[in-house]
């Protein structure tokens, strides 16, 4: 039996949500599960759970809505299941240990990371082939698109560096050095003016501006009772309206909440055990982060800064992706 866990007022909040998500479904990718599991927003329950291939982390939906993209780390390949049966559809080459993935703006192209490979590989989803692959530093992971199109931006954990590959002409044209380990990297929504990268062995975000690829900021976290080392930054997601930045803190156990405007943390919220990644709803207000270590996902209600439900997942969740 799947159980949900709410918690007086705090369950009414979030059905007070559903107005605004009551399309959405989330799907959470269980890292040592081989599964991925789907869960309804609006009421908070899990509707099935799919078994995929090995180590599933990346997990997306496709631009056109239909499919889901799963990147099966130890199977070296990526996954596209369909979104209303939950079959899978197809498998795209990928490089070795996919991790990380980004659908290209045009709904073209599949940009991985592929960690054991230092290298970025773009798929053709058309025909389901690779179209190019580029050279980038060490233990690739984290994966973006600038907003207009012309950038690729790869994180290399190894290296602590960030590429920036031109998409026009499909080379890397600059590195930009960071703290160590990055792994997960954002543009913010507003046109991409500041890239957001987290730094996870440093226990910082770092702010670039994509003008100059110079670094900006650096944003350190102070969760209440959590000691330093255990703060390492991973998931970031923005808000919808763009004036929030909400950051997986990985054991801290904690996620923050950062004004992007300010660059200041406007509070944290406790969460399960080594939340990686997250994702939020359309309404700008609800949360799901997936919990690593405790195999669940939390919902939170970032204006109150509270989780209002705590729903079973999987073994070791670790991404989280949104479909209408």
Not at 240 to 256: E, F, K, N
């Amino acid at each position: 039996m799947q159980r949900i866990f709410l918690t007086g007022a705090l369950g009414v909040a979030l059905m007070a949500h559903a107005g605004a998500a009551r399309a959405e479904t989330a799907y959470v990718s269980n890292e040592r599960g081989n599964s991925v599991t789907v869960i309804d927003v609006a009421s908070g329950k899990v509707t099935a759970t799919w078994p995929v291939g090995q180590r599933p982390r990346g997990i997306a939906v496709s631009r056109d809505g239909k499919s889901v993209f799963v990147a099966a780390g130890i199977d070296n390949e990526v996954e596209v299941y369909d979104r209303a049966t939950g079959k899978r559809t197809a498998v795209l080459p990928s490089g070795q240990d996919p991790e990380q993935f980004y659908p290209s703006r045009d709904g073209k192209l599949l940009f991985v990371a592929n960690e054991n490979d230092a290298a970025t590989t773009a798929i053709d989803l058309a025909s389901g082939k690779v179209a190019w692959q580029v050279p980038v530093g060490k233990e690739p992971e984290g994966i973006t698109e600038s907003p207009d199109g012309k950038w690729m931006v790869v994180t290399s954990e190894d290296d602590s560096t960030i590429a920036w590959i031109d998409l026009a002409t499909r080379q890397p044209v600059a590195t930009t050095e960071t703290e160590a380990r990055p792994r997960h990297v954002a543009f913010t929504p507003d046109g991409g003016k500041q890239l957001w990268v987290a730094a996870e062995a440093a226990g910082v975000v770092q702010v670039i501006d994509p003008a100059t690829r110079a670094i900006v900021a650096t944003l350190d976290f102070a969760p209440p009772g959590v000691t330093a080392f255990k703060v390492m930054p991973c998931g970031i997601e923005f808000t919808p309206d763009g004036r929030t930045a909400v950051i997986a803190l990985g054991r801290a156990d904690s996620i923050a909440l950062v004004d992007v405007a300010t660059r200041k943390v406007r509070g944290y919220v406790k969460v399960g055990g080594r939340p990686w990644h997250l994702a939020i709803a359309r309404d700008g207000n609800t949360a799901l982060v997936a919990n690593g270590t405790t195999n669940d996902v939390s919902v939170v209600d970032l204006a109150a800064m509270t989780v209002t439900a705590t729903i079973p997942a999987g073994a070791a969740p670790w991404g989280v992706a949104l479909g209408d």
